[in-house]
């Protein structure tokens, strides 16, 4: 099994910037990719982005080139940087990881929120 324990949201005028974190832990050596997700009230929860053990990256449109994933592997944790937020971009944001051979995210963080005042 494999634990994600998100932390990082809150609320930042439009403009600003936040770092998520989402940290691994129990059986991460199974872990082949992490994402992020986000889901805003009376919506359908969004991709927002992946990062592969390998490093290879992808963004969702909505969010490609304001935000940024990356890992610190010795930590097992993995980061969103959130810049030039929107108000649309206030949502919980969930991280989640995809066990190696699997085309499923398996585990799934409890969530955080980010508000983003206009």
């Known amino acids: 099994q494999v634990q994600l324990v998100e932390s990082g949201g809150g609320l930042v005028q439009a403009g600003g910037s936040l770092r998520l974190s989402c940290a691994a832990s129990?059986?991460?050596?199974?872990?082949?990719?992490m994402g992020w997700f986000r889901q805003a009230p009376g919506k359908e929860r969004e991709f927002v982005g992946r990062?592969?053990?390998?490093?290879?990256?992808w963004y969702g449109d909505s969010v490609k080139g304001r935000f940024t994933i990356s890992t610190d592997n010795a930590k097992s944790t993995v980061y969103l940087q959130m810049n030039s937020l929107k108000p649309e971009d206030t949502a919980v944001y969930y991280c989640?990881?995809?066990?190696?051979?699997?085309?499923?995210?398996?585990?799934w963080g409890q969530g955080t929120q980010v508000t983003v005042s206009s």
């Open positions: 989640a990881a995809q066990q190696s051979g699997s085309a499923k995210y398996e585990y």
């Open positions: 129990g059986r991460t050596f199974i872990l082949h990719a």
């Open positions: 990062i592969t053990s390998g490093g290879a990256t």
